[in-house]
T-cell receptor, first 113, second 110 residues
Framework: DVKVTQSSRYLVKRTGEKVFLECVQD?????MFWYRQDPGLGLRLIYF???????EKGDIPEGYSVSREKKERFSLILESASTNQTSMYLC????????????FGPGTRLTVT | DQQVKQNSPSLSVQEGRISILNCDYT??????FLWYKKYPAEGPTFLIS?????DKNEDGRFTVFLNKSAKHLSLHIVPSQPGDSAVYFC?????????FGAGTRLTVKP
């Protein structure tokens, strides 16, 4: 059974803190993605990676960075958390190829106070 | 600029009837379209997809229709069941790029 896991389901951090969100997939997928989900806005792409050590900006990369040192792991970093980064964060992975159905993790609900 | 739009934030139908969820897109480069279903406190799960070379794809109770000239796709669920109650996201893909709509919350009443 395919699996994408995220390090935390719920996280509360203070403004200005550095925050690490970890994502691991066990499907040997090349592509990995980080989204945030906000009411009325759907899923917005923050960053994606199509290979180890490769990264591409999505629609809303400001305030975020990523790291992909191993194929199975993709980390999202909030350099200095702000209250407008309070959101649901979703990690996904997919194979190369047309369409590339994505498999999602359960999400991390981050609250920045 | 949202390239994929789901203009109905919510939809309520009676059990056994048909549910029709709609989605519009603006980018003609999209060549693959997907529907995802999301329950609370879970990540989205893939439901059904369609390639741009087709106009219909069916999987059990779920059928996706694509109208390329109108840049419109729809998901039909028939018959609808209470367990179908969830948020449905439409997505469109071109190479690595996948864009999602804002979602439609479907409620199926017993």
């Amino acid at each position: 059974d395919v699996k994408v896991t995220q390090s935390s389901r719920y996280l509360v951090k203070r403004t200005g803190e550095k925050v690490f969100l970890e994502c691991v997939q066990d499907m040997d997928h090349e592509n990995m993605f980080w989204y945030r989900q906000d009411p009325g806005l759907g899923l917005r792409l923050i960053y994606f990676s199509y290979d180890v050590k490769m990264k591409e900006k999505g629609d809303i990369p400001e305030g975020y960075s990523v790291s992909r040192e191993k194929k199975e792991r993709f980390s999202l970093i909030l350099e200095s958390a702000s209250t407008n980064q309070t959101s649901m964060y979703l990690c996904a992975s997919s194979t190369h190829g047309q369409g590339g159905e994505q498999y999602f993790g359960p999400g991390t609900r981050l609250t920045v106070t | 600029d949202q390239q994929v739009k789901q203009n109905s934030p919510s939809l309520s139908v009676q059990e056994g009837r048909i549910s029709i969820l709609n989605c519009d897109y603006t980018n003609s480069m999209f060549d693959y379209f997907l529907w995802y279903k999301k329950y609370p406190a879970e990540g989205p799960t893939f439901l059904i997809s369609i390639s741009s070379i087709k106009d219909k794809n069916e999987d059990g109770r779920f059928t996706v229709f694509l109208n390329k000239s109108a840049k419109h796709l729809s998901l039909h669920i028939v018959p609808s069941q209470p367990g179908d109650s969830a948020v449905y996201f439409c997505a469109a893909s071109a190479n690595h790029d996948m864009r999602f709509g804002a979602g439609t919350r479907l409620t199926v009443k017993p």
